[in-house]
């Protein structure tokens, strides 16, 4: 199968324009969007230019210089449409024609997006010229490099179809445009498959590359099914369904073919020669082979397929009848496709191939805008990601205290050797700093048990003095009928009362000292001792009736807390690469990269 001649490729044609736009339109917009004429001069060159550009881009060579002419163009012409509105009712409207690829006589006409859609049209299909004359050369690295131009033509148009929709051409429709990708694929994918068959792989992976290309020109066939995409390529139509239907038949019988030889390998000779009789039966929907003019003339790949397929078909039925006698099933599993391509992505706009941008001063005011405002939204996210950081390193330092597990090393457990809580050890600095504490405390509560029995002996004579006056001048009102003014003696009693109630409130609270000093007093001179002395009076595992449930719970519970604590440090680091990254972020240095959605639009209505 590695001599299987390769199929025919499809390449889309050029669409074409007579006639050169008026950018003259642009110098009215940019003016409006930088709000100042002091560009005038640089402005004007750099329209002279893009106009050069065009030039050269609608009539590209058919070569790589003539690809990165055609994107050199549209690079440009994407940053001006990111600066200024070219709407159909704005003041930069520019009106572009083109000439439909299908027929040369429909003319099209519309704005930006006609344009952007047009020559992103005519660089999928400069990329599937080069593709089609790559494979026609045959060999391995051209073969190679005509799978990968097609997978950028593919990519292309995918970017055509997802940002720049245009409804003012036939040839870049949004169906249109489903249908080159998926047809550019199918074709990447076939490519492939011929360089597997030289590289002499596995009949089995051979089957399932063979069969992805089967899933595309199935997806090409839906799409064409489609009336719309019927009535918009209708000149090309019938020879795209042809194509289609004849690969799809073409390239199942390859896959099964191949499902067969695989069977062949690992001797299941029954299901190898259902697997050439499934294949035989999708080669006769091919077109009837062509006859030749000559022995010399070499057979067209449906003709080889044919033959092989056959050959292979009558080899396994007669080994199978007369060696292997094996039953031949009424089915096989399904064959699961192996896809090995992919869209590469388009970038719109970069500077090694695009050059320079044209209008390097010309930063509209609403860029400026959105700038200061992304600036104020990546700072309040960064403060976001500091304070909630913080917080959960906050909450989790709380809760490791809270449940004092790190003072527990393990195995240490076993070894019934526990250090002091730090919250001791501080205690204990604290108070060796005054080693006369406790002596001190004893001799001021003496003193203080003191003055209160002086301050109630006081408030007991002074009691007995209130009653003896109040009792002498009740006297002198019985013998004499004179009564000394009331007043004083109230005033008195009234200020003996309230000291008398402070001195009852204050006793309460001193009874409570007295008690919790005479409770504590005994461990304050404890901790007064080296830490040694005090490590022996505290309890220890070896006092404790021996639990292996318990201890294997506190090894679960204290491997938990190292967890958790180990997997705080290792967020750090995605945190912090996080903060840096929005620090070296600017919106301004990638300006001319970054579509700005929502505030300067990619494109406009056309």
């Not at 309460?508 to 830490?531: A, F, G, H």
Request: proline letters at 4%; charged letters at 30%.
């Amino acid at each position: 199968m590695e001599n299987l001649p390769l199929l025919p490729l499809i390449a889309l044609d050029l669409k074409k324009s007579t006639e050169a736009p008026d950018f003259s339109a642009i110098l009215t917009g940019l003016r409006e969007s930088i709000g100042s004429d002091s560009y005038d001069s640089r402005l004007t060159d750099g329209i002279a230019k893009l106009s050069k550009l065009r030039q050269i881009a609608v009539s590209p060579t058919l070569d790589f210089n003539g690809v990165n002419a055609v994107k050199e163009y549209y690079g440009q012409l994407h940053l001006i449409s990111l600066r200024i509105n070219m709407s159909k009712h704005s003041n930069s409207y520019i009106l572009f024609k083109w000439m439909d690829s299908f027929s040369s006589r429909i003319k099209e006409k519309g704005g930006v997006r006609l344009e952007k859609c047009a020559n992103l049209y005519n660089l999928a299909a400069l990329h599937s010229i080069l593709a089609k004359q790559a494979a026609e050369e045959g060999s391995e690295d051209r073969l190679k490099i005509s799978c990968m131009h097609y997978q950028y033509a593919a990519g292309v148009v995918a970017y055509a179809r997802d940002n720049v929709r245009c409804r003012k051409s036939n040839n870049v429709s949004s169906e249109m445009l489903q249908f080159y990708t998926e047809l550019f694929l199918a074709h990447a994918q076939e490519l492939l498959v011929y360089k597997a068959f030289r590289d002499k792989r596995k009949p089995r992976l051979l089957a399932k590359i063979a069969y992805q290309v089967v899933e595309y020109y199935r997806a090409v066939l839906e799409i064409l099914d489609r009336e719309e995409v019927g009535d918009l390529g209708a000149k090309k139509y019938p020879e795209w369904f042809d194509l289609c239907v004849n690969r799809t038949s073409f390239f199942l019988a390859v896959s099964y073919v191949f499902l067969g030889m695989s069977y062949d390998e690992s001797e299941q000779y029954g299901d190898a020669l259902f697997a050439y009789e499934t294949a035989k039966n999708y080669t006769k929907s091919l077109p009837k082979p062509k006859k030749k003019k000559s022995s010399r003339e070499e057979p067209d790949a449906y003709t080889f397929l044919i033959d092989f397929v056959q050959n292979k078909f009558d080899v396994s039925k007669r080994d199978n009848d007369f060696i292997y006698h094996e039953k031949v099933p009424v089915s096989l599993p399904d064959i699961k496709a192996q896809n090995l391509v992919t869209a590469f992505p388009f970038s719109p706009y970069e500077e090694s191939v695009c050059g320079p941008d044209l209008f390097p001063s010309a930063i509209p005011l609403e860029a400026v805008s959105a700038t200061s405002l992304y600036s104020e939204k990546k700072d309040s996210l960064m403060r976001d990601i500091l304070d909630e950081v913080e917080a959960k390193d906050t909450e989790l330092e709380q809760f490791v205290q809270s449940l004092g597990l790190d003072t527990i090393q393990f195995p240490d457990l076993e070894a019934h050797d526990l250090n002091l809580p730090e919250a001791i050890i501080q205690r204990c600095a604290q108070l060796s700093l005054r080693p006369s504490l406790p002596t001190e405390l004893e001799d001021d509560l003496k003193k203080l048990n003191a003055l209160i029995r002086n301050v109630d002996e006081t408030l007991c004579q002074v009691s007995d003095k209130l009653e003896s006056e109040t009792r002498k001048n009740d006297d002198l009102y019985s013998q004499y009928g004179v009564k000394r003014p009331a007043h004083i003696l109230g005033e008195l009693s009234k200020e003996f009362e309230t000291h008398r109630s402070w001195h009852i409130s204050s006793e309460k609270t001193n009874k409570l000292l007295r008690t919790v000093v005479s409770e504590n007093i005994d461990n304050l001179k404890l901790m007064n001792q080296p830490l040694s002395e005090i490590k022996k009076t505290l309890p220890t595992i070896a006092d404790i009736e021996a639990d292996e449930e318990a201890v294997s719970r506190m090894k679960v519970l204290v491997a938990k807390e190292n967890e958790m604590v180990y997997q705080r440090k290792r967020s750090e680091g995605p945190y912090s690469e996080i903060t840096k990254t929005l620090s070296r972020n600017s919106l301004i240095g990638q300006f001319y990269n970054i579509p700005f959605r929502g505030v300067i639009r990619d494109g406009v209505p056309g």
